[in-house]
């Protein structure tokens, strides 16, 4: 009788240990109102071709290549609840000017896995959705209204590249909710619209 006493105390303490090892559940509603957050800043794919012009009056067409990826690796809680990855990539490749953009919108998955890196060269910067915060030497800053060539945006972030030394390198960025990019100052004050 003791050693059943033994056994059954000593399962109870098994089953209570392991029931105390659950993780959190994940925030539903907050995943879902940050998803559709995010995918609204995703480059609409209609847009293929934008037209550059630089205020030197070189033009360009540049070529915008859209990669979007369902990652299917799916993240699960203790509680039932599900959410899965996903990337929305744009490359910009220009012609007439030296460099090369790329856009990435990322969704992890969890409740602070949304954000936005933006690649230029060999030169990045990234900013977090959830904590509203940019990281690395770079900055991303989200404005509420953006006003160019007297047309008002509702939603953008202005990107700095802070470690760009040449004349003919970027400083900043316009990237405009839905449309991409649409602005591009070098650090030698040439700026370039793209419509």
């Known amino acids: ?88 990539a744009v490359r910009y490749d220009f012609y007439n000017f030296p460099f090369t953009i790329e856009t990435d919108f990322y969704k992890q998955g969890e409740e602070k896995g949304f954000s936005l890196k933006v690649n230029y060269n060999t030169y990045n910067a990234s900013y977090n959705f959830t904590t509203l915060q940019t990281s690395s030497n770079n900055s991303i800053t989200y404005i509420s209204d953006y006003t160019l060539n007297d047309i008002v945006y509702p939603d953008a972030f202005k990107v700095t590249f802070n470690e760009t030394q040449s004349d003919t390198e970027i400083k900043e960025l316009v990237l405009v909710k839905g449309l991409g990019i649409i602005y591009i100052l070098l650090n030698e004050g040439i700026s370039i619209n793209m419509d």
């Open 1 to 88: 009788m003791r050693k059943s006493i033994l056994r059954y105390t000593f399962s109870y303490f098994i089953l209570l240990s392991l029931s105390s090892c659950k993780e959190p559940c994940l925030d539903v509603t907050f995943i879902q109102d940050k998803t559709e957050e995010l995918q609204s800043w995703y480059t609409d794919t209609e847009l293929t071709i934008k037209n550059a012009e630089s205020s030197i009056g070189i033009s360009d067409n540049v070529i915008l290549t859209h990669n979007y990826h369902n990652y299917g690796d799916s993240i699960w809680d203790d509680c039932g609840n599900v959410t899965q990855a996903e990337r929305s």
